[in-house]
């Protein structure tokens, strides 16, 4: 290496270390402080090396995490108010402009919402496809509404038999003698489980 090239890395090297030296001093923050140097965040990182955090597996009460929500909403807030004095806006005007972005956006999507299924309409295959299964919905509609018609229908006749008194009477005394019937057997099962059951015992 020449020595003119050799001073020359010499020199880059210096300057740079120079340069990270006055980044690595403390720069005055916003609230009125200063900022940590490399050197500072390392001997802190070393002292608190091997340390259990003062809140771990603690869980913030509802006053603490409401505190940090208002805190929150209002760094946003602030935020916020900051964007619209830049834009020289209010905030009526930004809700109104934002909005009518919106309908804006909202009329170019079903813009081309319908040029795209223009363009599908006009392809036979997918015209037909469409058109099947609208007929097929259709069938099954009309069917639903002739099947709710008819049980509407069979609905009302059935009332209206069952006003008629001897029509009424037929029924509740067939409903009757039906009961009676199912108590007898079932009197006449228990009896001969009864009766087995004795037997068995006596043999």
């Known amino acids: 290496m020449a020595i003119d090239e050799e001073a020359g890395l010499v020199g880059k090297t ?9 980044d690595d001093v403390p720069q005055p923050t916003a609230n009125g402080g200063y900022s940590h140097t490399k050197n500072t965040r390392a001997k802190i990182s070393a002292a608190n090396k091997g340390k259990t955090r ?28 900051k964007k619209l004095e830049d834009m020289g806006l209010t905030e009526e005007e930004y809700n109104a402009q934002n909005k009518e972005e919106k309908q804006i956006m909202m009329v170019d999507k079903r813009k081309k919402i319908s040029e795209t299924m223009k363009r599908k309409w006009q392809d036979p295959i997918f015209r037909e496809k469409r058109l099947s299964s609208i007929r097929k919905s259709a069938k099954i509609q009309e069917k639903q509404i002739i099947e709710a018609d008819h049980r509407k229908n069979i609905s009302e006749a059935m009332k209206r038999k069952w006003q008629d008194p001897s029509y009424r009477e037929k029924n509740l005394s067939s409903m009757r ?7 007898v057997e079932e009197s006449s099962k228990k009896s001969r489980i009864s009766t087995t059951g004795a037997t068995t015992k006596i043999t």
């Open 14 to 22: 210096r300057k740079k270390k120079v340069e990270n030296d006055d």
């Open 177 to 183: 003698k039906a009961a009676e019937s199912r108590k």
């Open 54 to 81: 003062w809140n771990k597996g603690k869980p913030r009460s509802p006053d603490v995490k409401a505190r940090i929500a208002a805190g929150v909403r209002a760094n946003y807030r602030k935020v916020f108010l």
